[in-house]
């Protein structure tokens, strides 16, 4: 729609920033009570770490994010009538780009942990969709932060599209971006004990 609607880019990226803020803080309300609404196979992950989720949830959760955010994709191409699996053509590759990557999963996961287990919790949807809504701005990768998300951005030749070349570097600079994330998060939160949390 933004690009549609104007050429400028500065304003193609506040529409989708506002877009993803808006559309990401209903979306983790209305999912938080079903699924503890997990989009990200980098946050589920964090949750095996830190809130003693079982780890065999780890792949259906991934391959059911992954496969959600490509109809994703193709629904929204569908509407835009662009071709409905795209592929994307939008190179996005440099060391910059890669640090701020890095840089976004670090600090959603820092967001949401923090917050959660912080005197507001309720407080996190709010929390996650202004942190990625800024991150938009001020990371040079424009915030993906979610393996899902970088495959289903490579079936669209949109504004925030991503060419499917570009992807595994993402995905692995999130993955450091994990890393990170757990030893700084290891240094402030305790991990819950397996027979703690329920499966959701």
């Known amino acids: ?19 993803t803020v808006g559309a990401l803080i209903a979306l983790i309300l ?8 997990h989009f990200n196979p980098v946050v589920t992950a964090a949750t095996c770490i830190f809130d003693a989720r079982p780890w065999r949830e780890l792949a259906p959760y991934a391959i059911s994010q992954t496969i959600g955010g490509i ?10 009538s662009l071709d409905i699996l795209g592929p994307s053509t939008k190179i996005r590759e440099g060391s910059g780009i890669w ?4 840089v976004a999963t670090v600090g959603l996961l820092l967001v949401i942990f923090l917050i959660a287990r912080g005197p507001r919790p309720e407080s996190v949807p709010v929390a996650v969709g202004v942190w990625i809504g800024g991150a938009y701005w001020f990371t040079s990768s424009t915030s993906l932060a979610n393996p899902a998300v970088s495959i289903a951005r490579s079936f669209s030749e949109s504004f925030a599209g991503i060419a499917r070349e570009s992807v595994p570097m993402f995905i692995v600079m999130q ?26």
Do not use: Y
């Not at 209305?30 to 609404?37: E, K, L, N, T």
């Open 99 to 102: 640090l701020g990557e890095v």
């Open 30 to 37: 209305m999912f938080g009570p079903i699924s503890g609404a």
């Open 71 to 80: 109809i994703g994709a193709a629904i929204a191409n569908s509407m835009f």
């Open 1 to 19: 729609m933004a690009t549609n609607l104007t050429d400028d880019v500065a304003l193609q990226l506040l529409a989708n920033a506002g877009a």
């Open 175 to 200: 993955l450091i971006g994990l890393g990170i994330a757990t030893l700084v998060l290891s240094a402030f939160i305790k991990r819950q004990p397996a027979s703690a949390t329920k499966s959701n």
